[in-house]
């Protein structure tokens, strides 16, 4: 299997700009999650699916955040406008059943950075 | 919500010698607990886990013990390796309807060679 695969690998945008990050899960994992890495926060859990329906959003910093999962084997998470402070790196993750039934695997990462 | 802290967050030790990385838990729910190792500009790896109905768990090792009533669990690495350096998160269940993982905040391990 080739695990979790994110993309791009790299981004670079102005601020202002969309920017949406694809993730597609290891195949027939149910649970997919989207987290964000910063030096100051740590992994922070944004969003979280379970057989494609968002389960918990709390972790959303705001209105410019969105995430969707239109079928099992593929989400994206958009931000419009994107702000320098987005300047992270945005990891998909999945698992087989519910966490802690199941280990999480981790994509390689996105490391956004906007200017 | 569940409120994980990890202590040291950095930590130079000899080559050869054990590595201790400490983790406190607020949600006495919680039931679950696995160790994360990010190498850098790498994704976060699951080394070992360990459920709240067994008080410690080794794998060659790396060993983790939990104590239930303390709420902290501990993640050892014995006879480190320059291998071995590398970010290590420990991360909590948390329960209810939301479960989800919650992270410490990381420890950076050095082996000195």
């Known amino acids: 299997d080739a695990g979790v695969i994110q993309s791009p690998r790299h981004e670079v945008t102005e601020m202002g700009q969309e920017v949406t990050l694809r993730c597609k899960p290891i195949?027939?994992?149910?649970?997919l999650f989207w987290y964000r890495q910063t030096m100051m926060r740590g992994l922070e859990l944004l969003i979280y699916?379970?057989?494609?329906?968002?389960?918990?959003d709390s972790g959303m910093p705001e209105d410019r955040f969105s995430a969707k999962m239109p079928n099992a084997s593929f989400s994206t998470l958009k931000i419009q406008p994107s702000e320098p402070r987005d300047s992270a790196v945005y990891f998909c993750a999945s698992s087989l059943m519910e966490v802690g039934n199941s280990p999480l695997h981790f994509g390689n990462g996105t490391r956004l950075t906007v200017t | 919500g569940e409120n994980v802290e990890q202590h040291p967050s950095t930590l130079s030790v000899q080559e050869g010698d054990s590595a201790v990385i400490k983790c406190t838990y607020s949600d006495s729910a919680s039931n679950y607990f696995p160790w994360y190792k990010q190498e850098l500009g790498k994704r976060p790896q699951l080394i070992i886990d360990i459920r709240s109905n067994v008080g410690e768990k080794k794998d060659q090792r790396i060993a983790v013990t939990l104590n239930k009533t303390a709420k902290h669990f501990s993640l050892h690495i014995t006879e480190t390796q320059p291998e071995d350096s590398a970010v290590y998160f420990c991360a909590a269940l948390a329960s209810g309807s939301a479960r989800q993982l919650t992270f410490g905040s990381g420890t950076q391990l050095t082996v000195l060679p």
């Open positions: 195949s027939g994992h149910n649970s």
């Open positions: 699916f379970n057989n494609n329906v968002p389960i918990d």
